[in-house]
Each structure stands twice: as structure tokens, then as C-alpha cells.
């Protein structure tokens, strides 16, 4: 199982730069996903590793070897495309099996990986059907089953779920999670679903305009993100930023902004190496809990905007002076609109973050 | 009248101009010709004057060596340029499916030929195969080689040549549009999947452009059967009857011979042969549509 390093990858097109530096090293046997807005540049940095797109700069190892100027079948590689790519004209089996056949191996040792193949994506009732005969679910399967033939130890996958219906994508997660057990091999992820990457990978890469934002395992990202922009794209519903002002009082740092006025920890204060300027603060909804009695110094007072009931819990969009803040609440919890209700904030689940350049502090 | 019923019938209303236009211009001189085939004609005769004959003149024409000489060559001659201009214009398609600084302009040059009027093409070629002027003769000698008697000994291949001089870009052109349309992500997989280049031929792009192959082939296979103009200027069927198609046979017949009834049960033979190849092609689309269904019906079941 090789180790993939990508060195200053660089990709233009014509004089528009899409990909500004990409340092990437991706180690054995790990599930890394790469996550991002549309436009960002996950499929173009898979392709590049694919072999599908030249590189403009920088090089891709893959066990130390440069293979950038490889052909994409020379780097030992399988990939899961978006839109399936079956061969229209060739049925399951022999899609599954094209590789195998164009290395000449024996018929015996293809029908035997066909089979296994099959019995792991559950497509053994449909070897001979076309794609045409498939519906979106089974031809997702057709894809990895495909690509799981190759046995090759890099597994590429661009967006394999998102031609999926939300019930079937959930259903196929939960398989990929059962088959990269199964499985051993490197494999990387693109999409930009950010549960996807949250419950598959080992390691998350946050890619947003051309640049990589942060790397790390999920939690690491969950609970430090590096900026505001993977602050708020990691979790859902997404963090809440309110603009504040920092300014001591007596001995406590406190976060003053519009209708509030939070106390930071000593700890956290000690860290940030400022007691004033301007700084967004950021609370993850799901650190925010509903407490009439909380200390002002520890409380929001938000008013109830919008209450959307999604079954145990209901999200709420509530109104922070002229901030929005989205809270979760248990469904039995009563409340009217317009309702001014206080919520206790979670110290250590405070984040802070520079006004100008949105870095953590 | 019901509204009803009104509606049912403006369609057929709307049509009816169309349906008279086609009666007149294709059903009835069709009608004649079938009706001629069964008669002893001489031009100078109305269709009135003339003589019943039966099936004599198609008995004649199956046993007349002249006839199936003309015959064969047609077949020789179609078949060859078919095999030949699509075997070309598939390979160029292929060739030329990429994006090359200046593709777009030699694409352009590439189907200039077709638009040539075929009258202008037979005289071009008649040009350049002359025996001591002709451009052919004249590279070939400024060589040191032998002149080649083109139009003489080599008559039919030479006007096997012009003929694909002029219809492989038709050819060309089909199978570019075809290569562009195949999806190109299965291209990519294929990469992936380690085949060559010339392993996305044989196994993705070539079965993918299979349809659209079969029908612009059997396009000019039907085409191939009626070429006229181009030979006629070019040998007149000649030399012998080497070059004489049936086409160019049937004119003969009609003018030259002065046998209407004849050059009729010609026509008809010739018509018989094409209809075979429609309907051939009919069959071909009319069976992927019913497998298209069939899989379709396949899905629904599934689910
Ligand atoms: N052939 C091309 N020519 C010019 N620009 C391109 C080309 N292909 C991609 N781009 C640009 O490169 C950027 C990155 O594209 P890419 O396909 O990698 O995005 P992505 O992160 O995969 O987005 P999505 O989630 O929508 O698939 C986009 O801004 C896109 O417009
Ligand atoms: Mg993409």
C-alpha cells in the first residue's frame, strides 16, 4: 500500500490557475477525503493524481517514484467516477472484468474475481444485465465493483454517491464504511458533503478556492479548525459567528458584542496573546444549551425567529441583535415565536478567530 | 360536426397538400414505371400504343449477360467504395478526434470534395487520369516511372478511387460526430482500466460508434447503387462494359436502345435491390429500438 505525496501541485488552465500549491502526503492503507465547496479544485487534484490532467507544477510521488508524467493505466491505479462511466455496451461482468481481460489473465482467475467482486457490492443476480438495465444504485455499485476488480492499492473515488437519492445515499455510505474494512487499500475521496467525509475518513483535507485550508483527522478538524472557513463548513447545522470586540475586565478576557458579553476562559485568554480588537466568535450550535438560569457571563439571549421541526429536535434561527444564530432544541421543549429564550455556552467550545485574516486564535 | 371530430380530422387536413404533392411526384411516376416494365415500348410509341408483354422484359434482363455484367460491376463497385470510404473515413475520424491547434480548418478542408457537383468531379478526375496530360501521368513520367493507362486497362478502379475522393468525408464527418458524442468519462475509465490507445478502438469507441456505423454505411451503400454522373462524364462505361453500371445502363437502354419497357424492368430491379437494403436497415433500428424497450421495461420491473 503505497504512500502518496503531492509536492507543490500546481494546475492552470490557459492562464486561469485552479490549483495554487497543493502539499499533500496521503500514508498507507488511509481513507483521505477531500472536501471543498463546487469549483474548488477536489476533482481537478484527483484527476491530476489520476493521470486524467497534466500537471502545470510540482510533482506527484507515489512511493517516492514521480508519476507525472506517467499514463494514467502506469500508476497502479482504480477510480470510482461521478457519473459511473460504465461501458454502455458490455454487460456487468464484463465491465467488471475489463481490466483483467486487457492483462490477458486466465479465464479462470477472472471469473473467480468477477464473482468475489460481485458478492461484495451485492451484484450477483445482475452479471448479465447492461447498465441500461440498472437503476442509479446498482450501477454506483457496477462502478466500485469495477474499480475493486483492478486490485490495484489506489482507490480513487470523485463523488461516487452524489447521483444518489438522500435514503440510497445514506444506504451506500454505510456500505463503503463495511467495504473499507474489507478492503486494504489507499484510498481517496472527494466530495463535498461534509457528513460523507466526517463519518468515511481517516483523514480529512479542506480544500477551498485552490488551496488546501486544513488537514487532519475528523475530530481534529471538528474541534480546532484552523480558520472561520473550516469552521463553518465542517458540522451541520454550521457554526454560528458573531462579531465582537475583546476587552478586559478586572481579570476575565470577555467577548462583548451585540447583546452579549461572554467570559473567554483563563486558559484560552492566556493563548490568545491580545486583550483587545476586533474578533468573530464562533459557537458550534450543538454547544449551545438551553438554561434559563445561566450566568450572564456564559448566556446568549436569543429570539426566536424560525423554528424548523426535524423530529426529536427542532433547529431554531434565532436573532442576536442583528446576527442570526441557529440553536437545536428538543422537540417537547415549548416555545413561541419571537420568544426570547437564554442559552448557556459551553466555555471550552468557545472558538475565536481574527476579524482580518479569519486564522483561529 | 362535434369539436371532437373536427379535432381528429385537422390533422389530416394540414397533411393533405403534402399527401397530394407526394402522390403526384413519387407514387405516380412509380406507377408508370412499374406499369412500363410490363410492356414492349419504343420511345417514338404513347404508353397507350404499346404491347403487353408480361413478365418478358425481367425474363430477358435475368438472362442477358450484358445486364448482369453491369450488375456485378454495380455491386463491385458499391460494395468496394463503401468498404473503402468507411474503412478511410473512420480512420481519419479517429485521428483527427483531438484538439490540435488548426483541426477545425482542416476538418473544413476535409469535406470540401462532398460539396463539389458530381458532373465537376468526373470531368476533375477525367483531367488528372488523362493518359499523357493528365496530372497522374505526368508526376508519375517526371519520376522516371511508367504512365499508368488509368481509365483504359484500370477503369474501375480508377473510378473506385474518384468515387472515394468524394464520399469519405461524408463518411468522416459521421464518424467525428459520433466519436465526440461517446461519453467521455468511459473513456477516461477505460485509461484507467490500462488499455492502449489502440485498445479504446477496438473495445470502446468502435462498439459505442457501431450504430451510427452500420446506418451511414447502408446510407452509401444505397447511394453507391444510383452513381451516375460521375462515370459517365469519366468513361461513358467504357472501356467494354468494364465500368458500366446500371445506372449508366439504364440511360443507355432508354436512349441508345430505344427499349423504354426494358430500361423500366432495370429500374425496378435496381429499386428491388434497394428496397432489400432499406429494409435491412429499417429491421437493424427497428430491433435496438425494441431491445432499448425491452431493458427499459426491465428497469420498471425492478423497481
Ligand atoms: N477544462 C477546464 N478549463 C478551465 N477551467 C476549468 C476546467 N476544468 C475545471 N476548471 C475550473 O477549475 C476549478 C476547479 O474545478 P473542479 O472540477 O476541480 O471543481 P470541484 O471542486 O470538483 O467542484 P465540484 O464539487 O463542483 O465537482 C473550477 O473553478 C473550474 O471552473
Ligand atoms: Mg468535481
Redesign the pocket.
Known amino acids: 500500500m503505497p504512500e502518496i505525496r503531492l509536492d507543490g501541485l500546481v ?1 492552470r ?2 492562464n ?1 490557475q ?1 490549483l495554487h500549491g497543493i502539499d499533500l502526503a496521503m500514508h498507507d492503507n488511509e481513507f483521505t477525503a477531500l472536501v ?10 484527483l ?1 491530476m493524481i489520476a493521470g486524467l490532467e497534466g500537471v502545470s507544477e510540482g510533482e506527484i510521488y507515489i512511493d517516492d517514484r514521480p508519476v507525472s508524467q506517467l499514463d494514467p493505466k502506469d500508476r497502479g491505479l482504480a477510480m470510482v467516477f ?1 457519473d459511473y462511466a460504465l461501458y454502455p455496451h458490455m454487460d456487468v461482468a464484463r465491465n467488471i472484468s475489463f481490466a483483467l481481460r486487457l492483462q490477458k489473465r486466465p479465464k479462470a482467475e477472472i471469473d473467480a474475481k468477477v464473482r468475489e467482486v460481485a458478492e461484495i457490492v451485492g451484484l450477483t443476480d445482475f452479471l448479465s444485465r447492461k447498465p441500461g438495465a440498472l437503476s442509479g444504485g446498482q450501477r454506483q455499485r457496477v462502478a466500485m465493483a469495477r474499480a475493486l476488480a483492478k486490485d490495484s492499492d489506489i482507490f480513487l473515488m ?2 461516487p454517491l452524489s447521483n444518489l437519492d438522500a435514503k440510497l445515499r445514506g444506504q451506500m455510505r454505510a456500505e463503503l464504511a463495511i467495504m473499507r474494512q474489507r478492503v486494504q487499500k489507499n484510498m481517496i475521496y ?1 466530495t ?1 458533503d461534509q457528513i460523507e467525509a466526517m463519518t468515511l475518513a481517516d483523514r480529512i483535507v479542506v ?1 477551498h478556492g ?1 488551496y488546501i485550508q486544513q488537514q487532519g483527522s475528523p475530530a481534529e478538524l471538528f474541534k480546532s479548525p484552523a480558520n472561520k472557513f473550516v469552521a463553518g463548513f465542517l458540522g451541520s447545522p454550521p457554526m454560528n459567528f458573531l462579531s465582537s470586540t475583546l476587552a478586559m475586565e478586572g481579570d476575565t478576557l470577555f467577548a462583548k458584542g451585540q447583546g452579549f458579553n461572554i467570559a473567554i476562559p483563563a486558559e484560552k485568554a492566556k493563548s490568545l496573546g491580545r486583550t483587545d480588537g476586533a474578533v468573530t466568535l464562533g459557537i458550534r450550535p450543538s454547544d449551545l444549551n438551553h438554561d434559563p438560569n445561566a450566568p450572564d457571563e456564559t448566556a446568549l439571549d436569543l429570539q426566536v425567529q424560525v423554528s424548523e421541526y426535524i423530529g426529536a429536535q427542532s433547529v431554531l434561527i434565532c436573532a442576536c441583535g442583528s446576527a442570526n444564530v441557529t440553536v437545536e432544541l428538543k422537540s417537547e421543549t415549548p416555545i413561541a415565536l419571537n420568544e426570547t429564550l437564554r442559552f448557556a455556552v459551553r466555555p471550552e467550545a468557545i472558538h475565536l478567530f481574527d476579524d482580518k485574516t479569519e486564522l483561529a486564535l | 360536426m362535434s369539436t371532437a371530430r373536427a379535432n381528429r380530422i385537422t390533422p389530416y387536413l394540414f397533411m393533405a397538400p403534402a399527401a397530394v404533392i407526394m402522390a403526384i411526384a413519387l407514387l405516380y411516376p412509380l406507377g408508370f414505371m412499374v406499369y412500363g416494365s410490363f410492356r414492349d415500348w419504343d420511345p417514338s410509341q404513347s404508353i397507350g400504343e404499346t404491347e403487353f408483354v408480361g413478365f418478358k422484359n425481367y425474363v430477358t434482363l435475368w438472362f442477358d449477360p450484358a445486364f448482369r455484367e453491369s450488375l456485378s460491376v454495380t455491386l463491385i463497385f458499391a460494395f468496394s467504395v463503401v468498404t473503402a470510404e468507411m474503412i478511410l473515413g473512420v480512420g481519419l475520424a479517429l485521428l483527427l478526434d483531438r484538439n490540435i491547434r488548426g483541426m477545425s480548418l482542416l476538418r473544413t478542408l476535409f469535406i470540401l470534395p462532398m460539396m463539389i457537383a458530381p458532373v465537376v468531379v468526373g470531368l476533375m478526375w477525367r483531367y488528372m487520369y488523362h493518359p499523357t496530360v493528365g496530372t497522374f501521368n505526368r508526376t508519375l513520367k517526371s519520376m522516371g516511372l511508367e504512365g499508368v493507362d488509368w481509365l483504359g486497362q484500370h477503369a474501375l478502379l480508377s473510378v473506385i478511387i474518384a468515387d472515394i475522393w468524394q464520399w469519405t468525408p461524408f463518411i468522416f464527418i459521421l464518424a467525428l460526430a459520433a466519436l465526440q458524442s461517446l461519453p467521455r468519462s468511459a473513456l477516461e475509465a477505460a485509461r484507467i482500466d490500462g488499455a492502449t490507445a489502440w485498445q479504446q478502438i477496438i473495445h470502446i469507441k468502435l462498439p459505442l460508434m457501431m450504430p451510427v456505423l452500420v446506418v451511414t454505411a447502408l446510407l452509401r451503400l444505397i447511394d453507391a447503387f444510383k452513381v451516375l454522373e460521375v462515370i459517365l462524364v469519366m468513361t461513358e462505361g467504357g472501356p467494354g462494359l468494364s465500368t458500366e453500371i446500371v445506372a449508366l445502363r439504364i440511360s443507355r437502354t432508354a436512349t441508345e436502345f430505344r427499349e423504354l419497357g426494358t430500361a423500366a424492368a432495370m429500374s425496378n430491379y435496381l429499386l428491388i435491390l434497394l428496397l432489400l437494403f432499406t429494409i435491412g436497415m429499417f429491421t437493424l433500428t427497428r430491433l435496438q429500438e425494441a431491445r432499448a424497450k425491452r431493458l427499459a421495461r426491465q428497469i420498471q420491473e425492478d423497481e
Open positions: 494546475k488552465y490557459g486561469v485552479v471543498g465547496p463546487s469549483g474548488c479544485g477536489k476533482s481537478t487534484t484527476r461521478q470523485d463523488e472527494v463535498h480544500m485552490g
